[in-house]
């Protein structure tokens, strides 16, 4: 879970502890990265979604969609590749 961690945008360093700590006990394929968007800004997602593809996880899943900006949807689509 890349939130509530207390501060905005949440520190790259835990995110990765809690992704490492994560696949300790689960199969990086079945694991995906929760990312708050409201707390985000788009160079915030990128980051995110790097730590989820340098972890091979599953993918990355946004909470609070309604939420999102323009910008971070932006950043989305040149970053995450969808599933067909």
Do not use: H
């Amino acid at each position: 879970m890349a939130y509530d961690y207390g501060s905005t945008p949440e520190p790259v360093s835990l995110v990765e502890q809690a992704v490492e700590t994560a696949r300790a006990s689960v199969p990086p394929e079945k694991l995906i990265l929760g990312i708050s968007a409201p707390t985000k800004m788009a160079e915030s997602i990128i980051t995110k979604v790097g730590i989820a593809k340098r972890y091979n996880l599953d993918g990355i899943a946004i909470w609070r969609l309604g939420l999102v900006t323009g910008e971070i949807w932006g950043a989305l689509r040149v970053t995450v590749i969808p599933r067909r």
